[in-house]
């Protein structure tokens, strides 16, 4: 089968500092005066068998912007260069171990498939080993009518479906691996209409507005998918330094009381230029623990890891509740925070 997509390298942001975040959904931007668009073909549910916002959560939007430049449906800046897919991403490889189906977004055909790509990070194997299979384990399949769906980067011996298939709406086709051209388990999901990619969130090409508009997908898809400006992946407590591999495979180790150290940490995506990110943790008496603040990032950020921690005292620490709160400041105001705990 052809390449299925070149979705590109992760924009990788390895900011680390000393020192998740319920997401607050966006209400939709101001958008041109155009009536509620005539939907334009299938009606797609929601292809992963996760829940957003707990479960996964989107990494990128198809890029809408022409030219060099990388934007998506909302006029956002969740996109890269030429991204002609909706990412869902899973929040690490422990899930994806445990397994995630992904799913036939609508009734229809298998046209074209493949499997036997090995499921490893590119940052492994280099961007040059999966030239031509950048889509990895793929599933195609026809709807009719010149539309059909892509599913990419599915793991390798998943597939559940087999060449000329009918599928029905809802069919496992296979689990999210790591296959192919990515760095992290996600599905790399593509709609096209006579071989042209479209957006399903905003299929009209002509449409200039910030917010979906004639969208394919289902109602239960779309409350599914709200814009949600920034999202997190992880959270947690370790008794060491946090790498963004380590939280990637979920090898972090677990801290006690007599630990090394005590450190909070938080993986956030999607997080905007300008955002100001706060961690504190407090210990039970209500004292500071340790606490950073990060100066407004000087542009988006595709992924980003901080850590706030402190060597525990010669005489352990005290039994009690852990409170770690983690927010970012947007414009002036509260966009991002959440709070998370440990107890000893």
């Not at 593509?190 to 957006?199: A, M, P, Y």
Request: aromatic share 8%.
């Amino acid at each position: 089968m052809p390449p299925l997509n070149r979705p590109g390298t992760f924009r990788r942001v390895y900011l680390i500092s000393l020192a998740v975040l319920a997401i607050s959904a966006c209400s939709p931007r101001e958008a041109a005066s155009l009536g509620e668009a005539e939907r334009l073909g299938p009606e797609l549910a929601f292809p992963v068998d996760c829940i957003m916002g707990q479960t996964c959560e989107i990494q990128n939007y198809v890029d809408r912007d022409p030219g060099p430049g990388a934007q998506d449906y909302f006029c956002a800046s969740r996109s890269y260069q030429d991204h002609n897919g909706t990412d869902i991403r899973i929040p690490d490889m422990a899930a994806q171990r445990a397994g995630v189906s992904v799913l036939a977004a609508a009734p229809g055909r298998v046209s074209r498939l493949r499997d036997g790509v090995v499921d490893v990070s590119v940052r492994t194997t280099g961007v040059a080993a999966v030239d031509g299979v950048e889509c990895g384990n793929g599933v195609v399949v026809d709807h009719g009518e010149g539309w059909e769906t892509q599913y990419c980067h599915l793991a390798q011996g998943s597939l559940q479906v087999t060449e000329g298939d009918t599928v029905e709406l809802g069919q496992v086709l296979g689990r999210i691996g790591l296959s192919g051209q990515t760095e992290y388990p996600h599905l790399h999901f593509t709609v096209r209409k006579d071989g042209t990619v479209v957006d399903p969130f905003a299929p009209h090409a002509d449409a200039r507005v910030c917010e979906a508009r004639g969208a394919l997908w289902s109602q239960a898809a779309a409350d599914k998918m709200v814009y949600r400006r920034g999202a997190v992946l992880n959270t947690g407590f370790s008794s060491g330094a946090v790498s963004m591999e380590a939280v990637e495979e979920a090898a972090i180790p677990a801290p006690s009381a007599s630990a090394a150290a005590l450190v909070a940490y938080v993986r956030a995506i999607g997080l905007e230029a300008g955002d100001v990110q706060f961690l504190k943790v407090t210990g039970p008496d209500g004292a500071v623990v340790a606490e950073t603040r990060i100066d407004p990032l000087d542009a988006p950020k595709a992924q980003y890891l901080l850590y706030a921690g402190r060597r525990t005292p010669a005489q352990g620490w005290t039994r009690g509740v852990y409170r770690a709160e983690y927010w970012v400041e947007r414009g002036g105001r509260r966009a991002l925070e959440q709070v998370f705990q440990i107890s000893f």
